[in-house]
């Protein structure tokens, strides 16, 4: 008999997160050592050409995003995320044997179509499993494993690259993870639209018109929602690619930087466990304002930062800040769509938070090539300020209070 639930679910919840943490895992492989390569192997100096990877992902995983959610009730969540590790399956060997940069572009591409159809897959299955209740703790869980996996295996890689190079030991834990992840997904998970049908049937929320302008900006809710998300990832777009070059230009050593690039993952990561929870029960809007307020101010103060302690404080701030947000995000969504257009708006929603990867590496390496790296920060910084008052002016929020 079909059940929502996490407790009448937990085998299936629990095989999803470790599968989720599988799917971070292949975006921590580049974290920390892949704007080195480009530097050290393939001799690109630009700001601006050196984030090109991270462009054309974001760009390809928000595109997958949409059309996964827009799939997931055609095609199946299962085979969605199934196809995904297939995809995957040749990123790590990429990476590895790359003998230009157009090599590792493509690689980029592959893996943004591979997070989108993962990534997207176990999130909504999560959701349809748990119902409403814990709806939160689930986002939470899901989105903890996902990036405490991408932290450690930052940190994990810039050690094995200081120990015996950047390539190609660091990549060979892609290919596991690759190979666990599809034998996982094909053989093990179960799809959920029964659920979702259980689902549809109690709920009593009137239809979208148009999900896909309701959801980016004409409901007050879910386009607030939505904007934020853009700006959240806009900000870990320049942080993935600036940082690590930003570090190096102090002098740091590449063990040093691993360090102070994994804190902020591992702390996002750990840190929604606890705000997945509080997410069921707090007041989502005023979890979002001040998120993202607080990823705001890190950031500018993260551009005057020198020593090895400030950096590193300033990564586990922002690692919270980002921690708050992240699941208050999807399920705030979960709660303001309707259960059966439920999957196709948290596609739109995944569209646009995951263009800002795209949008924050382009502006930050363009900023930065003119201007310098420090003005990219700040003006990162600035435009993540900007998104909090958005959300405190135009969020009705909820009836639950902090």
């Given at each position: 008999?079909?059940?929502?639930?996490?407790?009448?679910?937990?085998?299936?919840?629990?095989?999803?997160?470790?599968?989720?943490?599988?799917?971070?895992?292949?975006?921590?492989?580049?974290?920390?050592?892949?704007?080195?390569?480009?530097?050290?192997?393939?001799?690109?100096?630009?700001?601006?050409?050196?984030?090109?990877?991270?462009?054309?992902?974001?760009?390809?995983?928000?595109?997958?995003?949409?059309?996964?959610?827009?799939?997931?009730?055609?095609?199946?969540?299962?085979?969605?995320?199934?196809?995904?590790?297939?995809?995957?399956?040749?990123?790590?060997?990429?990476?590895?044997?790359?003998?230009?940069?157009?090599?590792?572009?493509?690689?980029?591409?592959?893996?943004?179509?591979?997070?989108?159809?993962?990534?997207?897959?176990?999130?909504?299955?999560?959701?349809?499993?748990?119902?409403?209740?814990?709806?939160?703790?689930?986002?939470?869980?899901?989105?903890?494993?996902?990036?405490?996996?991408?932290?450690?295996?930052?940190?994990?890689?810039?050690?094995?690259?200081?120990e015996y190079g950047a390539?190609?030991?660091?990549?060979?834990?892609?290919?596991?993870?690759?190979?666990?992840?599809?034998?996982?997904?094909?053989?093990?998970?179960?799809?959920?639209?029964?659920?979702?049908?259980?689902?549809?049937?109690?709920?009593?929320?009137?239809?979208?018109?148009?999900?896909?302008?309701?959801?980016?900006?004409?409901?007050?809710?879910?386009?607030?929602?939505?904007?934020?998300?853009?700006?959240?990832?806009?900000?870990?777009?320049?942080?993935?690619?600036?940082?690590?070059?930003?570090?190096?230009?102090?002098?740091?050593?590449?063990?040093?930087?691993?360090?102070?690039?994994?804190?902020?993952?591992?702390?996002?990561?750990?840190?929604?466990?606890?705000a997945g929870k509080l997410?069921?029960?707090?007041?989502?809007?005023?979890?979002?304002?001040?998120?993202?307020?607080?990823?705001?101010?890190?950031?500018?103060?993260?551009?005057?930062?020198?020593?090895?302690?400030?950096?590193?404080?300033?990564?586990?701030?922002?690692?919270?800040?980002?921690?708050?947000?992240?699941?208050?995000?999807?399920?705030?969504?979960?709660?303001?769509?309707?259960?059966?257009?439920?999957?196709?708006?948290?596609?739109?929603?995944?569209?646009?938070?995951?263009?800002?990867?795209?949008?924050?590496?382009?502006?930050?390496?363009?900023?930065?090539?003119?201007?310098?790296?420090?003005?990219?920060?700040?003006?990162?910084?600035?435009?993540?300020?900007?998104?909090?008052?958005?959300?405190?002016?135009?969020?009705?929020?909820?009836?639950?209070?902090?």
């Amino acid at each position: 008999m079909v059940q929502l639930g996490l407790r009448q679910n937990w085998r299936q919840f629990t095989l999803l997160v470790v599968i989720n943490a599988f799917v971070g895992g292949m975006v921590g492989l580049e974290r920390t050592i892949l704007p080195e390569i480009a530097e050290a192997e393939f001799g690109i100096a630009a700001t601006t050409a050196i984030l090109s990877f991270i462009v054309v992902f974001g760009l390809t995983k928000a595109i997958t995003n949409y059309y996964t959610g827009a799939l997931a009730d055609k095609v199946g969540r299962k085979n969605l995320l199934s196809l995904g590790w297939l995809i995957a399956l040749p990123v790590p060997l990429l990476l590895i044997y790359a003998p230009a940069w157009s090599w590792v572009i493509f690689a980029n591409f592959l893996l943004g179509i591979h997070q989108g159809l993962c990534w997207s897959s176990t999130v909504v299955m999560k959701i349809d499993l748990v119902g409403e209740k814990d709806r939160g703790l689930a986002m939470g869980l899901n989105e903890s494993a996902g990036y405490l996996a991408v932290g450690i295996v930052a940190f994990l890689t810039g050690w094995i690259a200081a120990e015996y190079g950047a390539r190609p030991y660091p990549f060979y834990l892609g290919i596991g993870f690759a190979l666990i992840g599809l034998l996982s997904s094909w053989f093990l998970v179960k799809d959920t639209e029964h659920h979702v049908a259980i689902e549809a049937a109690q709920s009593k929320a009137p239809p979208l018109e148009n999900i896909f302008g309701a959801t980016t900006w004409k409901d007050r809710n879910l386009g607030a929602i939505t904007q934020a998300g853009l700006a959240n990832n806009l900000n870990d777009g320049m942080v993935w690619g600036v940082l690590p070059i930003l570090l190096a230009s102090k002098h740091f050593s590449l063990e040093e930087i691993g360090k102070i690039v994994a804190l902020y993952p591992i702390i996002w990561g750990l840190g929604q466990l606890l705000a997945g929870k509080l997410a069921d029960h707090l007041n989502k809007k005023k979890m979002l304002f001040w998120g993202m307020l607080l990823q705001g101010l890190t950031l500018l103060l993260m551009a005057f930062a020198l020593t090895f302690t400030q950096f590193a404080t300033l990564s586990i701030l922002l690692g919270i800040g980002t921690a708050i947000v992240y699941p208050t995000f999807l399920a705030a969504i979960a709660d303001y769509a309707p259960p059966q257009q439920r999957a196709e708006s948290i596609g739109v929603f995944r569209l646009w938070r995951d263009l800002g990867y795209a949008i924050g590496a382009l502006l930050a390496g363009v900023v930065a090539d003119a201007l310098g790296i420090g003005w990219a920060i700040r003006a990162i910084g600035m435009i993540t300020l900007v998104s909090a008052v958005v959300i405190q002016v135009r969020m009705s929020g909820d009836n639950r209070e902090m």
